[in-house]
């Protein structure tokens, strides 16, 4: 039995209270072990700690034992220091007691996994634990115990895999009277991405038992400085590890999913593999092809062109439901032609932590997953969370700066909303129980500015409910939308419907979002990309009847998400809002702090919304005779949203960051990282105070340093979007329509320069910093991006909407509608 890896947490309470009644006298009891504990700084008390102990004598069930063990435990005090202590001060019947005890205990030191595999194949879930000799394993289906020869082993064997065996299952480990359960672990099918492995020891590519590849990478053309980008995924238990290689020669700085290269040359044209693996299996991706020339689109012949209804000319379009083939005239296809954006432009908005309504869990994770999306097809992306009525009207504001002719706005918002009379409204986070449109976010009115700006492309994707608001019954006119034939409306359901997410176990996303991450890179015309979502949806068995994308368009071109962009005709105003978008994505600086002690601290900065940053401290250097430090962060001011317990955290993760630590410091040198939050509210420049905490080798009391940092406005607190902007005369009708407002003289992107004069659901009421030197490219201005990444997910402890529904779940009919929530605030 291994003490040391047990705490004093793991003790039964039965078993501290008489431990506790062997410390409660004066002699040998808890003062000599609070001296004795005392040699580790951490376990030290202080004086009002001691006295609360002694008090507890007054209250007639008080213990100054069992006060002190719990003191011990909140420390994690481990049992094995315990028993060296209760050693050291001679009692010498807590220390066999202890002895005895800890050698029955139970200690689960592997858990089983949730696996999913094809029919016919093999799945083994592993259970160990380590206790006294003679442990016995019992495997259960449910409440069914498993008779078979391996559902009494640590290891229990699938094999070959049959429908039967779907479902949860859990592992009993014990020891006379004395046992404890495992987790649970789900085993779930998929569909077979190749020959079957069965239950042989031969594993082939892509369907290997235990090691699934989930996403293959592509082939594709690019040009001399354009960032190549390949992806690859893979399910797996352990979870895989991840090595690419470039014509058969490994790439020794590339292990993880995605392989990113900035600023591609002809010796990057090739052949790239992937190889997946883990201790027991490995699978290779297939071949994607990099072909490297001077131009990154080719002239192609569109597969489908639409015209408006007075045009006399349609190229291979084909019929859509409802009208007649003689209204479609077929001529030969004219020359081919591609469509181009001056630019892109995405404002996200994503409201989760509403004051008066349902708190949601996905806008998150579905907004930080489709700015990783946007950014690789070069779109400027200002992603928000948590907006307040002020907050969004500033945001749009901001976001229509933004835009110019031939431009490509896109607008996404995740949060609470309805319909009324047509008109669709976003909720803000601080909107009241009984809300009206007075409240909210006209999002036709957001249309009508978005054309003023002659923009080549608006996309608006609603994700949201659409049920009317009874509470509401002014019938809203926003302004006249002209006959542009460059609009669409991606809804996430049906009008007088409800949009729903999904929360359950690992997976934490809107619906909506899970099926359009899969197609909206696709090359192909925005209407016929959503179009495919649709469908996709229509084949899941928890959305049908219950959740339907709805799209509305009169886009009568080609025009793709994925169209490029060229500069040529108005390189003026594409530099000024490159501009405009790099002032709202501006880190502080990283810094080297020289402390007094002779420790030097790294303080630094990276991104993870357009409002949210997340400073990280590292040690690199400290004198000999200090034998352990750490810097942390305190003091931030009122504005921002800092979670106090999950700031100066050893993990990214553990502070609750989407960020992975591909871009940041190496994990093998520690790290403390704090996330803030709601930087739009920062209404003066960003401090704090750095606590440098250490201990000389020669001294067991701990000695702190302070040194306080102002960083500036970083990200978007620069635009003070907590300020009203002046109005501007507006319909009776909507008193507070977006009409109502207009850029002011001050603000922070005009101040810059125009270059026309950077969002569960969804219901109704109810990285280092960089420079501004070169601002060309939305996706290396903010770097690290906001990448996804399996491992940092597959750890036990979850930020709830860090997942995404699995691509191999998309169509998993073992998904209840009692996993899906919906969101009235009525």
């Given at each position: 039995m291994e003490e040391c890896k047990l705490s004093i947490g793991t003790l039964s309470e039965q078993v501290l209270i008489r431990l506790a009644k062997m410390l409660d006298n004066s002699t040998c009891g808890w003062r000599q072990l609070s001296n004795a504990v005392s040699e580790q700084a951490k376990f030290r008390c202080s004086e009002s700690e001691l006295t609360s102990c002694s008090l507890q004598v007054l209250s007639a069930a008080g213990s100054p034992g069992r006060t002190l063990l719990a003191r011990l435990a909140d420390r994690s005090c481990s049992l094995d220091f315990l028993l060296h202590c209760l050693r050291k001060i001679g009692h010498q019947e807590a220390a066999q007691y202890l002895t005895t005890t800890v050698s029955e205990l139970i200690q689960i030191t592997v858990q089983p996994q949730t696996q999913r595999a094809t029919v016919g194949g093999r799945v083994v879930l592993t259970c160990r634990a380590f206790g006294p000799p003679g442990l016995s394993y019992q495997w259960f289906r449910g409440k069914e115990e498993i008779l078979d020869e391996t559902g009494s082993t640590p290891e229990l064997v699938l094999c070959p895999l049959a429908p039967v065996h779907q479902g949860p299952y859990i592992c009993r480990v014990h020891h006379g009277g004395n046992f404890i359960f495992s987790q649970w672990a789900h085993v779930r099918f998929v569909q077979s991405a190749g020959p079957s492995s069965g239950c042989s020891s031969s594993l082939f590519p892509g369907s290997a038992s235990g090691l699934h590849i989930i996403l293959q990478p592509r082939s594709q053309a690019v040009s001399e400085g354009d960032t190549l980008f390949l992806e690859c995924s893979a399910e797996a238990n352990p979870p895989a590890q991840y090595e690419w290689y470039h014509n058969t020669v490994p790439m020794a700085k590339h292990k993880m999913r995605s392989l990113k290269i900035p600023c591609v040359t002809t010796a990057h044209r090739g052949q790239y593999r992937c190889k997946m693996f883990n201790l027991y299996h490995e699978a290779w991706s297939d071949t994607a092809t990099v072909t490297i020339g001077p131009n990154s689109i080719t002239d192609a012949s569109w597969v489908e062109v639409d015209r408006g209804s007075d045009s006399q000319e349609v190229h291979r379009s084909t019929c859509?439901?409802?009208?007649?083939?003689?209204?479609?005239?077929?001529?030969?296809?004219?020359?081919?032609r591609n469509f181009y954006a001056t630019d892109k432009v995405a404002l996200l908005i994503g409201n989760m932590n509403y004051l008066y309504h349902t708190q949601l869990c996905a806008p998150i994770a579905d907004v930080h997953e489709l700015t990783n999306q946007l950014r690789q097809m070069d779109f400027k992306v200002v992603s928000l969370l948590d907006l307040n009525w002020q907050e969004m009207h500033s945001a749009v504001t901001e976001f229509l700066l933004l835009l110019d002719k031939g431009v490509y706005g896109l607008l996404y918002f995740a949060g609470h909303g309805y319909e009324n009379y047509g008109n669709s409204f976003m909720v803000p986070i601080d909107a009241p129980a009984s809300y009206t449109s007075e409240h909210c976010l006209c999002v036709q009115n957001i249309l009508t500015r978005m054309q003023e700006k002659e923009t080549g492309l608006n996309v608006l994707l609603l994700d949201m409910c659409r049920k009317r608001n009874l509470n509401d019954d002014i019938i809203v006119q926003p302004g006249l939308l002209k006959v542009t034939a460059n609009i669409v409306f991606g809804y996430a359901t049906c009008v007088d419907a409800e949009a729903y997410e999904v929360k359950r176990e690992d997976v934490s996303n809107g619906i909506f979002i899970n099926f359009l991450k899969r197609r909206v890179c696709v090359d192909e015309k925005v209407t016929v990309m959503l179009d495919r979502v649709a469908e996709d949806m229509g084949r899941c068995e928890i959305t049908r009847g219950r959740q339907a994308l709805e799209l509305r368009s009169n886009l009568s071109e080609r025009r793709s998400l994925t169209d490029q962009i060229q500069t040529s005709e108005c390189s003026a105003s594409h530099s000024a809002r490159n501009l405009q978008w790099t002032v709202a994505h501006v880190l502080p600086k990283s810094l080297c702090l020289q402390f007094d002690c002779g420790v030097k601290v790294q303080l630094g900065f990276a991104a993870e919304f357009s409002n949210v940053m997340v400073i990280y401290t590292r040690i690199l250097e400290k004198p000999k005779e200090i034998v352990s430090c750490c810097a942390q962060l305190i003091d931030f001011p009122e504005d921002v949203d800092i979670d106090l317990k999950r700031s100066n955290q050893e993990t990214l993760l553990e502070a609750g960051s989407l960020l992975i630590n591909e871009n940041l410091p190496s994990p093998e040198v520690p790290s403390l990282y704090t996330r803030i939050r709601c930087l739009q509210r920062l209404r003066r420049e960003l401090t704090f105070t750095i606590c440098l905490h250490y201990t000389y080798s020669n001294m067991d009391d701990e000695v702190q340093e302070r040194k306080p940092m102002t960083v500036g406005k970083p990200l978007v607190s620069k635009l003070n979007l907590h300020e009203p902007r002046a109005p501007r005369a507006c319909s009776a009708s909507s008193s507070l329509s977006l009409d109502a407002f207009k850029v002011p003289e001050g603000s922070s992107f005009a101040s810059v320069g125009s270059a026309?004069?950077?969002?569960?659901?969804?219901?109704?009421?109810?990285?280092?910093?960089?420079?501004?030197?070169?601002?060309?490219?939305?996706?290396?201005?903010?770097?690290?991006?906001?990448?996804d990444s399996p491992e940092l997910f597959e750890a036990p402890q979850l930020l709830v909407a860090s997942k995404s529904l699995p691509h191999s779940q998309v169509n998993d009919t073992n998904y209840t509608f009692s996993d899906m929530y919906n969101f009235h605030s009525y």
């Amino acid at each position: 039995m291994e003490e040391c890896k047990l705490s004093i947490g793991t003790l039964s309470e039965q078993v501290l209270i008489r431990l506790a009644k062997m410390l409660d006298n004066s002699t040998c009891g808890w003062r000599q072990l609070s001296n004795a504990v005392s040699e580790q700084a951490k376990f030290r008390c202080s004086e009002s700690e001691l006295t609360s102990c002694s008090l507890q004598v007054l209250s007639a069930a008080g213990s100054p034992g069992r006060t002190l063990l719990a003191r011990l435990a909140d420390r994690s005090c481990s049992l094995d220091f315990l028993l060296h202590c209760l050693r050291k001060i001679g009692h010498q019947e807590a220390a066999q007691y202890l002895t005895t005890t800890v050698s029955e205990l139970i200690q689960i030191t592997v858990q089983p996994q949730t696996q999913r595999a094809t029919v016919g194949g093999r799945v083994v879930l592993t259970c160990r634990a380590f206790g006294p000799p003679g442990l016995s394993y019992q495997w259960f289906r449910g409440k069914e115990e498993i008779l078979d020869e391996t559902g009494s082993t640590p290891e229990l064997v699938l094999c070959p895999l049959a429908p039967v065996h779907q479902g949860p299952y859990i592992c009993r480990v014990h020891h006379g009277g004395n046992f404890i359960f495992s987790q649970w672990a789900h085993v779930r099918f998929v569909q077979s991405a190749g020959p079957s492995s069965g239950c042989s020891s031969s594993l082939f590519p892509g369907s290997a038992s235990g090691l699934h590849i989930i996403l293959q990478p592509r082939s594709q053309a690019v040009s001399e400085g354009d960032t190549l980008f390949l992806e690859c995924s893979a399910e797996a238990n352990p979870p895989a590890q991840y090595e690419w290689y470039h014509n058969t020669v490994p790439m020794a700085k590339h292990k993880m999913r995605s392989l990113k290269i900035p600023c591609v040359t002809t010796a990057h044209r090739g052949q790239y593999r992937c190889k997946m693996f883990n201790l027991y299996h490995e699978a290779w991706s297939d071949t994607a092809t990099v072909t490297i020339g001077p131009n990154s689109i080719t002239d192609a012949s569109w597969v489908e062109v639409d015209r408006g209804s007075d045009s006399q000319e349609v190229h291979r379009s084909t019929c859509r439901p409802g009208i007649h083939p003689l209204q479609q005239m077929v001529n030969p296809p004219p020359s081919a032609r591609n469509f181009y954006a001056t630019d892109k432009v995405a404002l996200l908005i994503g409201n989760m932590n509403y004051l008066y309504h349902t708190q949601l869990c996905a806008p998150i994770a579905d907004v930080h997953e489709l700015t990783n999306q946007l950014r690789q097809m070069d779109f400027k992306v200002v992603s928000l969370l948590d907006l307040n009525w002020q907050e969004m009207h500033s945001a749009v504001t901001e976001f229509l700066l933004l835009l110019d002719k031939g431009v490509y706005g896109l607008l996404y918002f995740a949060g609470h909303g309805y319909e009324n009379y047509g008109n669709s409204f976003m909720v803000p986070i601080d909107a009241p129980a009984s809300y009206t449109s007075e409240h909210c976010l006209c999002v036709q009115n957001i249309l009508t500015r978005m054309q003023e700006k002659e923009t080549g492309l608006n996309v608006l994707l609603l994700d949201m409910c659409r049920k009317r608001n009874l509470n509401d019954d002014i019938i809203v006119q926003p302004g006249l939308l002209k006959v542009t034939a460059n609009i669409v409306f991606g809804y996430a359901t049906c009008v007088d419907a409800e949009a729903y997410e999904v929360k359950r176990e690992d997976v934490s996303n809107g619906i909506f979002i899970n099926f359009l991450k899969r197609r909206v890179c696709v090359d192909e015309k925005v209407t016929v990309m959503l179009d495919r979502v649709a469908e996709d949806m229509g084949r899941c068995e928890i959305t049908r009847g219950r959740q339907a994308l709805e799209l509305r368009s009169n886009l009568s071109e080609r025009r793709s998400l994925t169209d490029q962009i060229q500069t040529s005709e108005c390189s003026a105003s594409h530099s000024a809002r490159n501009l405009q978008w790099t002032v709202a994505h501006v880190l502080p600086k990283s810094l080297c702090l020289q402390f007094d002690c002779g420790v030097k601290v790294q303080l630094g900065f990276a991104a993870e919304f357009s409002n949210v940053m997340v400073i990280y401290t590292r040690i690199l250097e400290k004198p000999k005779e200090i034998v352990s430090c750490c810097a942390q962060l305190i003091d931030f001011p009122e504005d921002v949203d800092i979670d106090l317990k999950r700031s100066n955290q050893e993990t990214l993760l553990e502070a609750g960051s989407l960020l992975i630590n591909e871009n940041l410091p190496s994990p093998e040198v520690p790290s403390l990282y704090t996330r803030i939050r709601c930087l739009q509210r920062l209404r003066r420049e960003l401090t704090f105070t750095i606590c440098l905490h250490y201990t000389y080798s020669n001294m067991d009391d701990e000695v702190q340093e302070r040194k306080p940092m102002t960083v500036g406005k970083p990200l978007v607190s620069k635009l003070n979007l907590h300020e009203p902007r002046a109005p501007r005369a507006c319909s009776a009708s909507s008193s507070l329509s977006l009409d109502a407002f207009k850029v002011p003289e001050g603000s922070s992107f005009a101040s810059v320069g125009s270059a026309s004069s950077s969002w569960t659901y969804r219901a109704q009421t109810g990285r280092e910093s960089f420079t501004t030197d070169s601002p060309t490219s939305s996706r290396s201005a903010n770097i690290p991006e906001e990448t996804d990444s399996p491992e940092l997910f597959e750890a036990p402890q979850l930020l709830v909407a860090s997942k995404s529904l699995p691509h191999s779940q998309v169509n998993d009919t073992n998904y209840t509608f009692s996993d899906m929530y919906n969101f009235h605030s009525y």
